[in-house]
């Protein structure tokens, strides 16, 4: 998996136990929550729309 690098690791220690698990989750597995921030991050930043985001981040 390709990562932009905007989340650090630090950072990313924080935010990951705030996320939902997909322990008793029944259904097909979330994406990678780590992944979804970085492709969110990367919208607001560039302004772009949801359909133009790199193919790293997968399907829009």
């Known amino acids: ?7 650090s690791d630090e950072l990313w220690e924080l935010i990951e136990p705030e996320l939902p698990s997909h322990v008793g989750r029944r259904g ?4 990678d929550h780590r992944l979804v921030l970085e492709a969110i991050a990367w919208r607001f930043r560039t302004g772009s729309p949801w359909r133009d985001l790199p193919e790293e981040f997968g399907s829009w």
């Not at 998996?1 to 989340?7: K, N, P, Q, S």
């Not at 097909?28 to 994406?31: E, Y």
């Open 28 to 31: 097909r597995r979330w994406r």
């Open 1 to 7: 998996m390709l990562r932009t690098g905007v989340i």
